[in-house]
């Protein structure tokens, strides 16, 4: 069966410090694979997404990038941390047809 | 997109009563949609799916209500337990769809 692993779960960073979250997934080939962002007590923002290798779409302007160095692996990351972006992260796998979305467990960061 | 600036709204019902979740979705070509169920902390789970080719889908405990007509989601929880307890989104896609649009979700709360 297929698993979705991210880490850290907790982080705290201080402003202007780099970020890098990892995503990875278990028991699938070529996945469409996410990243999301949710503030506290609010909705799911789709920050980007891969369809493969080396593949990266940007829904919003941000100081964050990501990319895809592997198939089953998606990183986040920033160069500078600001205070905005303290928030839960959360990736996502898809597959399929109707491409349903899996979570993984996310990464709840503070940057102070 | 996405509905990320507001603040979620909540549902609160007694133990053993039954809960209704309303979902307004705003894609008339969407033809697929998902429930899913966020705990504090966790990444959302997916519960039900419905495709646009039916009007009602049941699975344990829960029902799936689709009136396309008025552009209209539920999801009925039958018997609502205390580990209902979490924050309900529902997801938009259509079948050649990339990406799911999450609606702002609803906070359920169970009272003893």
């Known amino acids: 069966s297929q698993t979705i692993h991210q880490w850290p779960a907790t982080l705290v960073q201080p402003v202007g410090s780099p970020l890098s979250l990892e995503c990875t997934v278990e028991g699938t080939s070529n996945p469409n694979l996410y990243w999301y962002r949710q503030a506290a007590g609010r909705g799911l923002q789709l920050l980007f997404y891969s369809v493969g290798i080396g593949q990266i779409s940007s829904e919003v302007p941000q100081n964050l990038s990501a990319s895809r160095p592997q198939d089953r692996q998606f990183i986040l990351s920033s160069k500078k941390l600001l205070l905005s972006d303290s928030g839960f992260y959360l990736c996502?796998?898809?597959?399929?047809?109707?491409?349903?979305?899996?979570f993984g467990a996310g990464t709840r960061l503070s940057v102070l | 997109g996405e509905s990320v600036g507001l603040h979620l709204p909540t549902l609160s019902v007694q133990e053993g009563d039954n809960s209704i979740i309303n979902c307004a979705y705003s894609?008339?070509?969407?033809?697929?949609f998902i429930w899913y169920k966020q705990e504090s902390g966790k990444g959302p789970q997916f519960i039900i799916d419905?495709?646009?080719?039916?009007d009602k889908r049941q699975g344990q405990r829960v029902t799936v209500l689709l009136n396309k007509t008025v552009k209209h989601l539920s999801l009925q929880i039958a018997a609502t337990q205390p580990g209902d307890s979490a924050v309900y989104f529902c997801?938009?896609?259509?079948?050649?769809?990339?990406?799911?649009?999450f609606g702002p979700g609803t906070r359920l709360s169970v009272l003893p």
């Open positions: 419905i495709r646009s080719n039916m």
């Open positions: 997801a938009e896609n259509t079948s050649k769809g990339q990406n799911f649009v």
């Open positions: 894609n008339s070509a969407s033809d697929y």
């Open positions: 996502a796998w898809s597959q399929g047809q109707y491409n349903i979305q899996y």
